[in-house]
């Protein structure tokens, strides 16, 4: 019996983890799972999965949640998902969103867990620290991004050989092939329709910037440890191959599937083996019949090429880069900002930071916070 | 050092195999070649590899190469062939065409040496009898068909995971979404122009049959242990997937690449390593772009169906498919016969068959003899 903690169990990424759970109760059972603000939802998690302790957002949810389950560790805020990350369990999925994921997976890692990563942040922020603890401990860091696990499938058989070039595929989001003048006119209800993946909004945003592909390619930099310089983006508007690895013989191996979460999670929750799913098959005479390549414009869609910019000059540039994004698109969600506000003022913000070099998780967050009051100033004053 | 003999070293995958050896001096050393007719090929290869040892077809061109290399061993017809494979050696790069490749590549693992098998008639003949040897042996038998070694490398990670489809990618040939109506008037010529793929003849025509697929589902059943229920064919023109292996979590892998054989020969060569290549990657803004599927048509490309009922069927059926086969190729080339003379007269043929159950490679060739007499009478009798 695999023992999993799921930080961020309410959301998209959670739900369909307890019910790959659910379809192999022989093989796993719930340490933990938390959630920020859906308690119902939780509520109905801890009936349905009876695990020893949960976390929520707010010390009165804590309250409301403890008085229903008496036996039931009831912790709250980032200090109660350090505490969920403490407890005795063989692996940590953390599908929790934004810079919040990266303490719990640190202290995961810290105490010798696996570790399935939806969160981008972890890595992007963190990189240098988390896979320099990943390494010491001698932990797995299993990616649940549906890249990501593409990626490391075309890995599993060829370790020790020479990568030439990894193809890390993006729909394109919403706005394939939109001019910057197009881009200019968007609104968030437009932004929110991803055409090929159902997601949380945050992500849903950082797609149709195509931000997400930039935090992709930093995760890739860390988790797979290739330059950049060896990190092509490849729009592939039928979501269909995941991505792809090219080796030293020009050989290409790419991972394919239907736009479906439940795969990669599946793959690092079941790891080292593949666990049965009764979805059904990726059908080449009707979704995967016709599959199409385009190059990207990261001149359009500069989130892009910030993103390399900012993992190419290292150092604190990402985590300001993650920072000031987390916040742009929340003051976009909240309509305070328009679409190309978040791109242009990013790029203002990483050209006025000034490097640092974070060497703990107190750190990274620091920077991490000021980048947002920054980026939230910058373009305030700049709408 | 890998000392390598090369079987049917003047060939297309013979000569591509040569130059990955020349470009690799460092890591690989010839140990023996052998043509059929192509003599003065062979004399500038000995001169530029230095063999121990060769074989070719005919008595007296032994003689004439012996008096050029009074100190090189020289061996002639079926049996020097089988006198190569005795050689001390680490690989046998099996690339001779037809069932004459059966007794060599036999012999050759039976002396413990690993197999780089470009011969498909070895497995779709003797599929049992090699596999259980291979076995004993504990020999390794690389496939160098692009279509092989691309569902080789899929499996690669996945050594103990359950496979759910095999998906065998065909260019379609020259007569791709031909009717049987038009199929009755091609020509030789037209057979002989393949879209993608420069090879030999007797391979060129049996990629315009589709033979060519079902020798290979036959020879993938062997391969890969799977059923062939479990092998299914998808005709993609573009020659860019070689092909794909979905797992029982519905996640694909496929390996892709420009039609060049010199992926696999060289995968298969510098096994477990990936050689170096200078080639160009493939570039999916250009001859990667588009990737598209389509159903085969078994009814229409017959030899399809033929291959799946040979090896449902086994026994002796395979060997008599492929012997027929074989025969009625050699008689359309010669212009004895009609295009869809081919598969008609392979019905025929099978349909006339009583089941036996060869147990050596005596037996598989005087079932291949005769399954070629009564195809070629049966043919000249129904022209």
Redesign the interface.
């Known amino acids: 019996m695999k023992k999993v903690i799921i930080l961020g169990s309410t959301g998209s990424i959670g739900t369909q983890t307890l019910d790959i759970i659910n379809e192999n109760r022989d093989q796993f059972t719930v340490t933990a799972l938390s959630c920020r603000s859906r308690v119902d939802d939780l509520i109905q998690q801890i009936r349905e999965f009876s695990p020893e302790a949960v976390c929520v957002g707010k010390e009165e949810d804590a309250h409301r949640v403890q008085k229903l389950f008496p036996k039931l560790e009831v912790y709250y805020g980032d200090e109660g998902l350090i505490s969920l990350a403490n407890l005795d369990a063989d692996i940590v999925l953390n599908a929790l969103m934004g810079i919040s994921g990266l303490a719990p997976t640190y202290r995961a890692i810290e105490t010798g867990k696996d570790i399935a990563l939806a969160n981008k942040e972890t890595l992007v922020a963190g990189g240098a620290l988390v896979m320099n603890l990943v390494k010491q401990k001698k932990v797995r860091l299993l990616p649940v991004d549906s890249e990501h696990s593409a990626i490391f499938?075309?890995?599993?058989?060829?370790q020790d050989?020479?990568i030439?070039?990894i193809?890390l595929t993006a729909s394109g989001g919403p706005f394939r092939n939109y001019t910057l003048e197009q881009l200019e006119e968007v609104t968030l209800d437009q932004a929110l329709n991803h055409p090929k993946w159902s997601m949380g909004k945050k992500i849903t945003i950082d797609s149709a910037t195509m931000m997400n592909k930039g935090l992709e390619v930093i995760e890739a930099k860390w988790l797979f440890d290739v330059p950049t310089s060896k990190i092509e983006i490849?729009v592939h508007p039928e979501s269909i191959?995941h991505s792809?690895v090219?080796?030293?013989?020009?050989?290409?191996?790419?991972?394919?599937?239907?736009p479906?979460m439940r795969?990669p999670i599946?793959?690092a929750l079941g790891y080292p083996?593949?666990?049965?799913?009764s979805?059904?098959?990726?059908n080449?005479?009707d979704a995967?019949?016709?599959?199409?390549?385009?190059?990207p414009n990261p001149e359009v869609f500069r989130c892009i090429k910030l993103a390399y910019q900012a993992i190419e000059t290292g150092g604190s540039y990402p985590i300001v880069l993650n920072g000031a994004n987390e916040e742009l698109v929340a003051m976009f969600l909240q309509k305070e900002i328009r679409f190309l506000d978040i791109q242009r003022t990013i790029e203002r913000v990483l050209e006025e930071h000034t490097m640092a070099t974070p060497n703990s998780v107190e750190e990274i967050l620091a920077i991490d916070r000021e980048a947002r009051t920054v980026a939230r100033k910058s373009a305030l004053a700049n709408r």
Do not use: W
């Open positions: 499938q075309c890995l599993e058989g060829n050989r020479e030439r070039r193809l490849h191959v792809m090219e080796f030293q013989d020009t050989s290409v191996l790419a991972q394919m599937g239907l479906d795969i599946s793959l083996k593949r666990l049965p799913y979805g059904e098959s990726l080449f005479f995967g019949k016709t599959l199409h390549f385009e190059k």
